[in-house]
């Protein structure tokens, strides 16, 4: 004999979580009491086929199908000539058309409501089926089924099921019972909840509703889940009552009438209040306060029909152009569509300019000043219209952009098709730092953008050597003056020499060069100092300068000088203290002439004048014009280069000529 294939067990109680074709039990103990809850059948072992005495076995089964073979049922039964029976109770609901499917080897019988419906009793071979169609009225009805196997191997299945054609089944549902409702005026939510129905063919239910005054209901809801027995609804928040009713459908269409009808007053869907504007950098931040019973939002701006759908409290428009002003309105919109009025509209606000971007920040230094640059690009196509800017500068992070900006010494820009770069100069800076800057935009309201990328740069640590005394110093009188000469410096950051003259002192070893001045600067290493070759005594130094200013002389008080004798051009003919002409000179290197121009201190009575130049050969002051001259300016093109050259001006009258007023010009070669 073999046990049964499902686990089965007697007992005095049984705990049993019951559906349509599912089962759940807890095994009972042998020779008790058994209860099944619907729909799970009960089923009672005999050992007998007359099913007379008292049951061997009781337990709960979810289902009949087994096949036992030619083994026997259940410990304590024989294997041949037993019986078993299963029964239920269980509630139909509505009824309708079904199908009972039977199957058994030996003798099967059903039997609903005591009635048999299929007989197949008698002792066979083989299993023997039968299917039947039948109508089952609404309501509870009680099924059992017999079995017995008289000999050989024994099997059994049943199944009922209800037809679910459109063409075979007209049966409605019953109507739902027990139908609650739940206001929340906060949320603007009737929750609606109901009786399970009991027919097996059922297929969810729908929820109704309409205005207490209407007489058509419309479809607010489905479910399609038979355990779903609840279902949540929005009514129009417009302070009107709204009456509901549930109704089940089953698989073959069928619906059956309302339930019990349910009313509730709906709340009136507020205008949204507190609604504020903001411009923030990702576009103008909106938000209201929430309104009781709205699912979302309608959020208009300025006048245009247009209006964007939120579903929270907040939005950020990001469509706003920079710079562009816009205004707000907000009306709350409920589960079924109903649109509150709209709010005031807010004060026009904008979108600030964007932040700089492409910072860069870079050094320069100079003869002791040292320079800071930070520049920076704006887009004035996309940016906004930018006023100015604010400068923040710190020298430690991060930069305070709440604190006073940093003026600039000067702020230039460049224009480009839609990008505009600046550039800050500061010379507002120590040595070896390191400052840190941001950059802000700012419009014509005075309000900043977003701080700009943090740039940061050092400046130079000072450079403070001296550059080397210059060497190898010499001084060559001229004709026009003294070629002063010197060796290159090694230092690669010379980049300037600056000549001094003095006063020398002294006589061989014990020369000296006191009250020393600066006479010029020299960008190589030579100088001419042109000086009126007079013979008399002088002395020079050169200081190299590098380009942080940096030089020997400067640094130590002390140099290399060179004394020199002048040469002795100067005419041997002495010119009068005070002639009545007064010349002046010089040599225009653009025209390469001489070029000579005088004043008479008290009249003539002509206006004719004489030029005259001193020639060294003959020693004498020799006439450049041979017809006096009726203009107070002379072009000597013929002086000689490399020397210095001595003028007489005389002032011709009739019977003879005027003391000759004098001058010099150097011209060097």
């Known amino acids: 004999?073999?046990?049964?294939?499902?686990?089965?067990?007697?007992?005095?109680?049984?705990?049993?979580?019951?559906?349509?074709?599912?089962?759940?039990?807890?095994?009972?103990?042998?020779?008790?009491?058994?209860?099944?809850?619907?729909?799970?059948?009960?089923?009672?072992?005999?050992?007998?086929?007359?099913?007379?005495?008292?049951?061997?076995?009781?337990?709960?089964?979810?289902?009949?199908?087994?096949?036992?073979?030619?083994?026997?049922?259940?410990?304590?039964?024989?294997?041949?000539?037993?019986?078993?029976?299963?029964?239920?109770?269980?509630?139909?609901?509505?009824?309708?058309?079904?199908?009972?499917?039977?199957?058994?080897?030996?003798?099967?019988?059903?039997?609903?409501?005591?009635?048999?419906?299929?007989?197949?009793?008698?002792?066979?071979?083989?299993?023997?089926?039968?299917?039947?169609?039948?109508?089952?009225?609404?309501?509870?009805?009680?099924?059992?089924?017999?079995?017995?196997?008289?000999?050989?191997?024994?099997?059994?299945?049943?199944?009922?099921?209800?037809?679910?054609?459109?063409?075979?089944?007209?049966?409605?549902?019953?109507?739902?019972?027990?139908?609650?409702?739940?206001?929340?005026?906060?949320?603007?939510?009737?929750?609606?909840?109901?009786?399970?129905?009991?027919?097996?063919?059922?297929?969810?239910?729908?929820?109704?509703?309409?205005?207490?005054?209407?007489?058509?209901?419309?479809?607010?809801?489905?479910?399609?889940?038979?355990?779903?027995?609840?279902?949540?609804?929005?009514?129009?928040?417009?302070?009107?009552?709204?009456?509901?009713?549930?109704?089940?459908?089953?698989?073959?269409?069928?619906?059956?009438?309302?339930?019990?009808?349910?009313?509730?007053?709906?709340?009136?869907?507020?205008?949204?209040?507190?609604?504020?504007?903001?411009?923030?950098?990702?576009?103008?931040?909106?938000?209201?306060?929430?309104?009781?019973?709205?699912?979302?939002?309608?959020?208009?701006?300025?006048?245009?029909?247009?209006?964007?759908?939120?579903?929270?409290?907040?939005?950020?428009?990001?469509?706003?152009?920079?710079?562009?002003?816009?205004?707000?309105?907000?009306?709350?919109?409920?589960?079924?569509?109903?649109?509150?009025?709209?709010?005031?509209?807010?004060?026009?606000?904008?979108?600030?300019?964007?932040?700089?971007?492409?910072?860069?920040?870079?050094?320069?230094?100079?003869?002791?000043?040292?320079?800071?640059?930070?520049?920076?690009?704006?887009?004035?196509?996309?940016?906004?219209?930018?006023?100015?800017?604010?400068?923040?500068?710190?020298?430690?992070?991060?930069?305070?952009t709440t604190a006073e900006p940093f003026v600039c010494d000067d702020l230039s820009y460049n224009i480009g098709d839609d990008e505009r770069g600046y550039s800050c100069r500061d010379e507002q800076v120590a040595p070896a730092t390191t400052y840190h800057y941001v950059v802000k935009g700012v419009d014509d309201t005075g309000t900043e953008s977003l701080p700009s990328a943090t740039v940061s740069v050092a400046t130079p640590t000072p450079d403070t050597t001296a550059p080397a005394p210059v060497t190898g110093l010499t001084a060559t009188p001229t004709k026009y003056g003294i070629e002063l000469d010197w060796a290159d410096n090694a230092e690669s950051d010379v980049v300037r020499y600056v000549v001094y003259r003095g006063v020398p002192a002294g006589d061989g070893d014990g020369q000296s060069c006191g009250s020393l001045g600066q006479i010029g600067t020299a960008f190589k290493s030579q100088y001419t100092h042109l000086t009126l070759p007079d013979g008399g005594r002088n002395c020079y130094l050169v200081d190299a300068v590098d380009d942080a200013g940096n030089s020997a002389y400067t640094a130590t008080g002390q140099a290399t000088t060179v004394h020199v004798t002048e040469l002795d051009v100067r005419p041997s003919v002495a010119s009068p203290t005070e002639p009545p002409v007064t010349v002046n000179g010089f040599y225009d290197t653009s025209f390469g002439r001489v070029e000579l121009s005088w004043n008479v201190r008290y009249p003539y009575d002509t206006n004719k004048y004489y030029v005259y130049r001193w020639n060294p050969a003959t020693q004498a002051y020799e006439k450049l014009t041979t017809t006096p001259l009726t203009t107070k300016r002379y072009f000597d093109t013929t002086a000689e280069p490399g020397t210095t050259h001595f003028y007489w001006v005389t002032v011709a009258y009739t019977n003879g000529e005027s003391e000759p007023g004098s001058t010099y010009v150097i011209r060097q070669p």
């Not at 009960?42 to 030619?70: H, L, M, V």
């Not at 109508?135 to 209800?162: C, E, Q």
């Not at 489905?222 to 129009?236: F, G, L």
């Open 1 to 400: 004999m073999t046990p049964a294939r499902r686990t089965t067990a007697v007992a005095t109680t049984a705990v049993v979580l019951a559906t349509a074709g599912t089962l759940l039990t807890t095994a009972p103990a042998a020779n008790a009491a058994v209860t099944c809850a619907s729909p799970v059948f009960k089923r009672q072992f005999y050992a007998n086929t007359g099913f007379s005495g008292t049951p061997k076995k009781t337990d709960c089964d979810s289902a009949i199908n087994e096949n036992w073979g030619a083994g026997a049922p259940a410990s304590g039964l024989p294997s041949n000539n037993f019986g078993v029976r299963w029964t239920v109770t269980r509630d139909f609901g509505s009824g309708g058309p079904f199908t009972f499917t039977a199957a058994a080897q030996d003798g099967i019988r059903v039997y609903v409501d005591g009635k048999r419906k299929i007989d197949l009793w008698k002792n066979v071979s083989s299993t023997q089926t039968k299917t039947l169609n039948l109508t089952i009225p609404s309501g509870k009805h009680t099924l059992r089924v017999d079995y017995v196997n008289w000999t050989g191997s024994a099997n059994v299945k049943f199944t009922y099921a209800p037809r679910t054609s459109a063409t075979v089944d007209k049966v409605k549902p019953l109507a739902p019972k027990g139908i609650s409702v739940a206001y929340g005026k906060a949320t603007n939510k009737a929750r609606l909840t109901w009786a399970k129905n009991a027919e097996m063919d059922l297929a969810g239910y729908r929820v109704y509703r309409r205005l207490s005054t209407a007489s058509t209901w419309t479809k607010v809801g489905t479910t399609t889940a038979t355990s779903t027995t609840a279902y949540t609804d929005s009514p129009p928040a417009t302070g009107k009552s709204y009456v509901y009713e549930v109704r089940a459908y089953d698989k073959a269409g069928n619906t059956s009438t309302g339930s019990a009808d349910l009313s509730v007053t709906a709340i009136t869907l507020a205008t949204p209040t507190g609604l504020t504007a903001t411009g923030a950098d990702a576009g103008i931040a909106v938000s209201w306060q929430p309104v009781a019973g709205a699912v979302k939002y309608r959020l208009a701006h300025d006048d245009s029909g247009a209006y964007t759908t939120v579903t929270g409290t907040s939005y950020t428009d990001s469509s706003v152009a920079r710079s562009v002003y816009r205004s707000y309105k907000v009306a709350a919109v409920d589960a079924s569509g109903h649109v509150s009025a709209y709010s005031a509209v807010t004060a026009q606000v904008r979108r600030p300019v964007a932040a700089p971007y492409g910072m860069v920040a870079s050094a320069a230094s100079g003869t002791g000043v040292y320079r800071l640059y930070v520049n920076w690009t704006v887009n004035t196509a996309t940016g906004g219209a930018y006023d100015t800017f604010h400068v923040y500068r710190s020298t430690s992070l991060p930069v305070d």
